[in-house]
């Protein structure tokens, strides 16, 4: 999952490390010669255990001395080529313009200036400044197990998307991780426009032992999933999950069909599913459907063929709406709630 991501992202960490030591040896050339450390310190060369005249230290060593003893002073001029580079990077990941915009101040901010004994290597500090940009724009994802704990039953999810994307095979695989969470769960099979996408509902509500609600194809979505509801009432189920067409004749169609199912069936969560691979299409498609019929949080199908990232790294900042799983393959279990420490761990390499 997102491996070009990420090898580009090990290049930016080595290019900003690089021009950060660049910075410090400039600096130690104008200032003329660096003192020997004091007192030995964590990152420092081991001191020489022969009686004989310490040798001379070397390059790195002498950088790793000014930047851990000393005080570290990076203009933005020493950054620029490497933050440039970085934000064409992100550009070409597909990561939206303001939340590449947003990692490069962060990372700016963070880098430039001083920082006095800072007591880590060059690399861990530009670690930590990625770390902290990725995790600002990633936002704090949504944990819905704990949200369906803490809220009144059942809760009423509304899936919705473009057709497709894997909206189907989401509310199923939604709901086999709810089961197994603990959760009882009921569909709605609430896309009555699409011929066979009741079928389609069906065939993996039974293969993942789930009770689904439907009516005939071309029926009142909204009365087929205020029926869940009632279902899910009657049978003290915790959850329902509200399967809905991505398409209808015309685009006001649609949302007029969505409003009247949001007055029926009062869902408490709108998700807004698209995939992956589509990029920056997806992040305006999702900004667009949150403007017009809002949303509470995005699922992401697909992340397993997207090796660029863009959407996962900028669609929580840029519509202001949580993450809530990754899609990361066609089994019923490959889906991922989305958790940003993981996943950017995982993209600097510094996972556990
Ligand atoms: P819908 O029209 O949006 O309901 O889409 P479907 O649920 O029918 O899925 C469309 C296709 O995408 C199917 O072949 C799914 O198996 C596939 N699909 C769904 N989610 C994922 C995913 O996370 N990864 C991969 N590789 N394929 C997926």
């Known amino acids: 999952m997102f491996g070009g991501l990420r090898e580009k992202l090990m290049a930016a960490r080595q290019r900003l490390g690089g021009s950060i030591e660049a ?4 600096a130690e050339t104008e200032e003329g010669a660096v003192p020997a450390p004091e007192s030995p310190s964590p990152v420092a060369a081991p001191p020489q255990k022969s009686p004989s005249p310490p040798s001379t230290p070397s390059f790195v060593e002498r950088v790793r001395v000014l930047i851990t003893e000393r005080e570290l002073i990076v203009s933005e001029n020493d950054l620029d080529e490497a933050l440039s580079e970085l934000e064409m990077t992100l550009l070409e990941s597909d990561v939206a313009l303001p ?3 947003a990692i490069i101040a962060s990372v700016q901010k963070n880098l430039v200036g001083r920082h006095r004994k800072i007591g880590e290597s060059v690399d861990a500090l530009v670690v930590n400044a990625l770390k902290g940009a990725l995790l600002d724009v990633l936002g704090s994802g949504f944990d819905l197990k704990e949200y369906i704990t803490k809220h ?3 809760v009423k999810i509304l899936f919705t998307g473009v057709n497709g994307t894997g909206k ?4 199923a695989k939604i709901g086999y991780y709810l089961k197994k969470e603990g959760f009882t769960v009921v569909i709605g099979a609430g896309d009555t426009y699409r011929a066979g996408a009741i079928e389609q509902i069906s065939v993996h509500a039974e293969r993942i032992g789930i009770k689904v609600i439907q009516h005939q194809e071309g029926a009142d979505p909204s009365a087929v999933l205020f029926d869940a509801v009632q279902y899910a009432q009657s049978h003290k189920l915790d959850v329902v999950l509200a399967d809905t067409a991505g398409r209808f004749h015309n685009k006001a169609n649609l ?4 409003e009247k199912i949001k007055r029926v069936m009062k869902p408490d969560l709108v998700v807004y599913v698209d995939e992956a691979v589509a990029g920056n299409d997806a992040v305006t498609r999702a900004f667009e459907f949150d403007k017009t019929v809002g949303a509470d949080a995005v699922v992401l199908t697909k992340a397993d063929m997207d090796s660029r990232g863009g959407a996962a ?3 929580a900042h840029t519509i202001g709406k ?3 799983f990754l899609g990361v393959g066609q089994a019923y279990d490959d889906i991922l709630p989305f958790e940003p420490a993981k996943v950017v761990d995982e993209l600097l390499d510094c996972g556990t």
């Open 313 to 315: 790294i900028s669609i």
């Open 322 to 324: 949580p993450l809530m």
């Open 152 to 154: 009144e039953r059942p």
């Open 23 to 26: 910075a410090v040896a400039k």
């Open 168 to 171: 189907t095979t989401t509310v």
């Open 255 to 258: 949302m007029s069909q969505l």
């Open 99 to 101: 939340a590449t915009d």
